[in-house]
Structure formats: C-alpha cells, structure tokens
C-alpha cells in the first residue's frame, strides 16, 4: 500500500547528540514536509521540499537541517544546537500544485535526557 | 505563526449529539482544510473547501466557511466513539501551489459512549 514512513517511532537523545528522523513517501509526491508537535499545541512547520535537491525553511528551522537527495527521501537532523528538541515530529507529502492537501506518516517521539 | 484558532479548545459531548468546531483564521486564503488527530497519530485529511465555496458536506462531516469573517466551522453529526480525537483547521495563506499549510491548536473532541 502507498503510504509515508517514519522511523524510528521513539528515539532517546542525549544533549549533544544529533539525531536523523527517516520518511520515506512510495505516493510519487513532489513535495514533502516537516512539522513538530509539542503537547496540547498545533503544528509548526520546519522545513519543505518542493522537488528534489530543493528545500526551504519553515517557520522554525533552526537547530535543524535535511536533504533532499531522492524523491522518496526526506530525512530530518535534530542538531545539538536545537535548544528543545523533545516534541513529536511529523513528516508529510503532497503533489503539487493539487490544493495541498497532505498524507501524514505516524510520526516520531523524540525525547532528550 | 499561527493562522488558525480553534474554538472550543476541548469538547465533551455524549454519543449521538452533535459537536461543532470553529476556526478562525488570519488571511486571505485559496482554501482551507480539516484534519483529524487519534491520540499519538499522524494528521488524517477529512475535508477540503475551497474560497469560493460556502459549505461542504462528506458523509457526517458538514464544513461551512465564512471569508467575510475569516471562519470556518466543522460539524460532525450522529457523533460516536471512535470520534474521539483533536481537530485541526489548516490554511494556505493565500500562497498557492506549494501545499505548505498552517495548522491551528486543534480541538480536543471526546465523545462519551
């Protein structure tokens, strides 16, 4: 079936440690997204690919980095230099120039010790 | 930023009733856009509607929309159980083709059995 992974669902982080959130999209979607989630809060958006080897930042961007080396592809860094990092991380995809509307993967926890 | 508010920010209601959710937003947009969230998910899209277009309807799901006010409202009708999950409303901002959204807080629907 088409759908978005992520992986690792869970992941422990210790301060310092940079950490990489896989998604993998089979849909043949043009653009995919990075959201994260805190508890309670809606989504803020922090970085989008339109088309491969192309991507822009969102809302809060920094002490996070991607790539976008294969259509399918669109890993997400947590850096040592995001302050907060613990939240729940969501990638999603879209075709473009469709209305937007986005498939979502299950997402993945990231907790910070 | 945030371009949706969400109104109630929980609700409670009893199986079979009714439960209606706003969402305001802040600028011009192209469309609008409904998600559903199960405790710990990813985002599922429920229902698009376009600026142009003043209601939607998709089996229990009946979507208004108000560019005059800046709102939106979602009702869902007959409500069960396995309705029980957050909701939120989504914007394009106006921008267009590029199916980068900005999502509300959400609200938080529990529909006792």
């Known amino acids: 079936d088409g759908g978005i992974t992520q992986s690792p669902k869970y992941l422990f982080r210790k301060e310092g440690q940079n950490v990489t959130l896989s998604c993998e999209q089979n849909?043949?979607?043009?653009?995919m997204y990075w959201y994260r989630q805190d508890p309670g809060q809606g989504l803020r958006l922090i970085y989008y690919?339109?088309?491969?080897?192309?991507?822009q930042k969102g809302d809060i961007a920094e002490g996070y980095s991607v790539s976008r080396e294969k259509k399918e592809s669109f890993p997400l860094t947590v850096t040592s230099a995001q302050k907060n990092p613990t939240a729940f991380y969501l990638c999603a995809s879209s075709r473009w120039g469709l209305d937007g509307e986005l498939f979502f993967g299950e997402g993945s926890r990231l907790t910070v010790l | 930023s945030q371009q949706g508010e969400e109104d109630p920010q929980a609700l409670s209601i009893q199986e079979g009733e009714n439960a209606t959710m706003n969402c305001s937003y802040k600028?011009?947009?192209?469309?609008l856009q409904w998600y559903r969230q199960n405790s710990g998910r990813g985002l599922v899209h429920l229902i698009l509607i376009r600026s142009n277009e003043r209601e939607k309807h998709s089996g229990r799901l009946r979507v208004t929309l108000d560019t005059s006010k800046k709102s939106s409202s979602l009702l869902i009708t007959a409500s069960r159980a396995a309705d029980t999950a957050s909701y939120f409303c989504?914007?394009?901002?106006?921008?267009?083709?590029?199916?980068?959204?900005?999502f509300g807080q959400g609200t938080t629907l529990q529909v006792k059995p």
């Open positions: 690919s339109q088309i491969v080897n192309d991507f």
């Open positions: 600028t011009s947009i192209n469309n």
């Open positions: 849909l043949n979607h043009d653009a």
């Open positions: 989504a914007t394009d901002g106006g921008s267009s083709n590029t199916g980068k959204l900005i």
